[in-house]
């Protein structure tokens, strides 16, 4: 596609329950990053794929949060037992290569809301 | 640990003004810098980079500046318009970190007519 798209747009959940965020990447890009936004702040690491590796999960915040991406294209962050805090913005980006110089392109982000 | 921060949060010009945003880095290791702008409601969007062999690169409107002695990064708009009006953030990937872009807090530009 033209460019990284995500889905859904906003999510309303309640606390305890699971979610799904997906990612579709730019076509042909090999990398995939998470990143996630707090009100007013800047962008937090989370994970990041290259094909469907991921050589750096470091950033996931807890055991509750996992990440898959499937022949190299579309990547799922899934939330269990979501809880108030993890209310957020969740971005997804992709990039040719994952090395330096690889330019990240972003998509709109997925608003996560745990009432 | 290594962060990335911005020394002014906000910073308001007026249209037609040039406009400087400023970054400063601690990680000596980090060899690739980008600016990202982020309009409301949107993801951020690529605006220039610059790799640490170099000191000053130039796009349409924007200049980045890398001083690597003091660790200082630079974002200058030329001719600011009431459409850069945005969250600018700057970016920082390299050493051990390759895929992991560590993000600047970010700087509130306000363009006024």
């Known amino acids: 596609g033209a460019g990284v798209s995500q889905s859904p747009s906003n999510k309303v959940t309640e606390k305890g329950k699971d979610v799904e965020l997906r990612c579709d990447p730019i076509s042909g890009h090999t990398a995939l990053y998470w990143y996630r936004q707090s009100l007013g702040q800047g962008l937090e690491f989370l994970i990041y794929?290259?094909?469907?590796?991921?050589?750096?999960k470091s950033g996931l915040p807890s055991d509750r949060f996992s990440a898959e991406r499937t022949g190299g294209s579309v990547s799922t962050l899934t939330i269990q037992r979501t809880q108030q805090e993890d209310s957020a913005v969740y971005l997804c980006?992709?990039?040719?290569?994952?090395?330096?110089?690889?330019?990240?392109?972003f998509g709109p982000g997925t608003r996560l809301t745990v009432l | 640990g290594e962060s990335v921060g911005l020394h002014l949060p906000t910073l308001s010009v007026q249209e037609g003004d040039n406009s400087i945003i400023n970054c400063a880095y601690s990680n000596s290791a980090s060899d690739y810098f980008i600016w990202y702008k982020q309009e409301s409601g949107k993801g951020p969007q690529f605006i220039i980079d610059?790799?640490?062999?170099?000191d000053k690169r130039q796009g349409q409107r924007v200049t980045v500046l890398l001083n690597k002695t003091v660790k200082h990064l630079s974002l200058q708009i030329a001719a600011t318009q009431p459409g850069d009006s945005a969250v600018y953030f700057c970016?920082?990937?390299?050493?051990?970190?390759?895929?992991?872009?560590?993000f600047g807090q970010g700087t509130i530009l306000t363009v006024h007519p």
């Open positions: 980006a992709s990039s040719q290569y994952a090395l330096a110089g690889g330019t990240q392109y």
């Open positions: 970016a920082e990937l390299g050493g051990t970190s390759y895929g992991k872009l560590t």
């Open positions: 794929f290259q094909g469907n590796s991921a050589p750096d």
């Open positions: 610059i790799r640490s062999n170099m």
